[in-house]
């Protein structure tokens, strides 16, 4: 998750009345994912375990129905019959065949601009959340998966969120659709003073949409560009020594990365 996001999360659902059990199965999923670098083993890897976590919860308070959050890209994308597997999404293509949970997916058939307005108008707050990939941080991490690579991209991923909101209600630059930080397991030769750094490097991404669909990237101020890569590398001095800006429009790429 993002920094502070589980916190976040669990108000939100304090206020709307709904009781949330929070489970922490970061260590499980660490376990499992140990020495994985492919993208689509990853999704599936994360797809599994997520269903064994609500399966050891239904034995506990006997819940029969697990009610997702699937969206169209989500079926879109994860393929199937004549559509090409563009990525497997957990929620889809990395759910197993032994499931004892009966999945409910009320917003399947729609995209995420008519979800937001169907959340405007019966008041959820959510509605106006960036998107987030439900594997969360473990798609923004390329290469393996360790808690010390996945704390480095949440603390970027930080600073690009709260950098980019405050130049937009400042007037600098237009609020992206998304925008985000990956780490990328490339590393160069880099200087913090007069000492030499073999650091990884950070991607930032931000782009322009309306269904996730497809996606122009944002063109954002060079001078608050070179504000976010001070402050990244200055942060995370010793892990992180280059920050790059990310041009692609979907397509030809994705929004994330993996």
Known sequence: MRKNESNEVSEMFSEMGINLKVVDSSDRFFKSLEGITDPEEK?????????????????????????????????????????????????????????SLQIIEPLREFYKDEIREIARKIGIKSSERQPFPGPGLAVRVLGELTPKRVETCRSACYIVETMIVDAAKNGRCDLPWQYFASLLPVRSVGVHGDVRVHGETIVVRAVKSIDGMSAKYSTLPHDLLAEISTEITNSLKGHVNRVVYDITHKPPGTIEWE
């Open 43 to 99: 999704r599936k890897i994360i797809g599994e375990q997520f269903i064994r976590v609500f399966e050891e919860e239904q034995n506990k308070c006997s819940a029969k129905f697990l009610i997702q959050g699937t969206i169209a890209p989500d079926w879109i994308e994860s393929g199937g019959g004549e559509r090409d597997i563009i990525k497997s999404h957990h929620n889809v293509g990395g759910i197993p065949d032994d499931i």
